[in-house]
């Protein structure tokens, strides 16, 4: 067994405190990871609190991991000891599903074994995330890492950068395309960079004034304020594709009118309530109110080889690890630019 050492929450209103615990030795398609970067996602925060239903504890979050592989399994084909190598939102699925069969495991059928607080396939031994020294995933569920990279701020791309990266995709961004993206955070800013790359128009959607400056550093062209109604009139029937990274109650309608005929509004962030919309702001214009999760492993690697291509990565504040518990506070204030990364070395 491996001697793995992480930062745990134990109970829903506990503060993360050092732990111990044991990796699994390496089965034949086994890879063992030194971590070496995790970012801190804002799902994290919900999970170990319990606010999206009750966690199993002790609970090591963290699923935007990076590191350096240090054993194989003896049938391990794709990585040697000393490649870069990732682990993102799950670690197994069942791989017989059609889901599965499609490349698309983060909607298995059977059971999708998520990165954390999640069952292995045996239903019973649980699972521990990235903010800890090691990690040992089936090589399937592991994705490659290009060597130059910034690793600390290729992390975050295995869940900010595929949970925006899919939809925009999905939906054929690229050149003469307008994108609209709503809100600037770890998804937003992410949002931006790729579908700028993709060479699409960006317009970004936000309460906060002050966030214009950083919106078109990250390569918006427009920035619309949406606390005055007023303000999407300029945009009406305009954009192809939105973008909702908003994690907090919402009405889509003003957005919904800024879509051209036939256009997409895609929800990427989870709010803890319903959400509201007029149902004529869909009919008038035949648009689409949609939902996208994250990717599956193939897609996740095209995404990482992409951002490698186009030198896109997250914009990110290094933490040491015992810096988590106020990293979670000023997250949900909004006070980071613009994803949390945790330097497993300080564990």
């Known amino acids: 067994m491996i001697q793995t050492k992480a930062y745990a929450a134990q109970s829903p209103t506990s503060l993360l405190q050092p732990y111990q615990f044991q990796r699994r030795d390496p089965r034949p398609d086994d890879v063992v990871i030194e971590i070496a970067f995790c970012g801190i996602c804002h799902s994290d925060i919900h999970t170990v609190r319990s606010e999206w239903g009750p966690a199993a504890y002790p609970c090591v979050p963290g699923h935007e991991i990076v590191g350096r592989v240090i054993q194989v399994g003896k049938k391990v084909k794709r990585f040697k000891v000393g490649d870069l190598a990732g682990v993102g939102c799950f670690v197994d699925s069942c791989g017989k599903c059609p889901p599965c069969k499609a490349n698309?495991?983060?909607?298995?059928?059977?059971?999708?074994v998520f990165t954390y607080n999640s069952k292995e396939l045996d239903g019973k031994t649980p699972t521990q995330g990235?903010?800890?020294?090691?990690?040992?995933?089936?090589?399937?569920?592991?994705?490659?890492?290009?060597?130059?990279?910034?690793?600390e701020r290729v992390a975050p791309l295995l869940c900010a950068g595929i949970t925006t990266y899919s939809p925009l995709k999905r939906y054929g961004t690229k050149k003469g395309k307008k994108v609209g993206v709503v809100?600037?955070?770890?998804?937003?800013?992410?949002?931006?960079?790729?579908a700028k790359a993709?060479?699409?128009?960006?317009?970004?959607f936000s309460t906060s004034p002050n966030k214009e400056v950083d919106a078109k550093k990250l390569g918006a062209k427009n920035f619309v304020i949406t606390k005055d109604p007023q303000n999407f009139q300029k945009y009406a029937g305009k954009l192809d594709l939105i973008i909702d990274t908003v994690s907090a109650k919402h009405d889509f309608s003003p957005y919904l009118s800024t879509l051209k005929i036939g256009g997409t509004h895609v929800l990427?962030?989870?709010?803890?309530?319903?959400?509201?919309?007029?149902?004529?702001?869909?009919?008038?214009?035949?648009?689409?109110?949609?939902?996208?999760?994250?990717?599956?492993?193939?897609?996740t690697q095209e995404m990482l080889d992409f951002c490698a291509r186009k030198k896109v990565f997250s914009d990110i504040e290094l933490i040491p690890a015992e810096k988590i518990n106020e990293a979670y506070e000023r997250t949900i204030k909004g006070q980071v630019k613009y994803r949390f990364v945790v330097d497993a070395k300080t564990l």
Do not use: D, W
């Not at 993709?198 to 970004?204: D, H, K, L, R």
């Not at 007029?278 to 492993?297: D, E, M, Q, Y």
């Open 104 to 112: 698309e495991e983060q909607f298995c059928e059977g059971h999708t």
């Open 130 to 151: 990235g903010y800890s020294s090691h990690i040992t995933v089936r090589e399937k569920f592991t994705l490659k890492i290009k060597k130059g990279l910034p690793l």
């Open 183 to 194: 809100g600037l955070g770890g998804l937003g800013h992410m949002a931006v960079k790729l």
């Open 198 to 204: 993709m060479g699409a128009e960006v317009t970004v």
């Open 268 to 299: 990427v962030g989870v709010a803890p309530e319903p959400n509201q919309f007029a149902a004529i702001s869909l009919i008038f214009g035949r648009k689409v109110l949609a939902g996208s999760l994250i990717g599956g492993i193939k897609e």
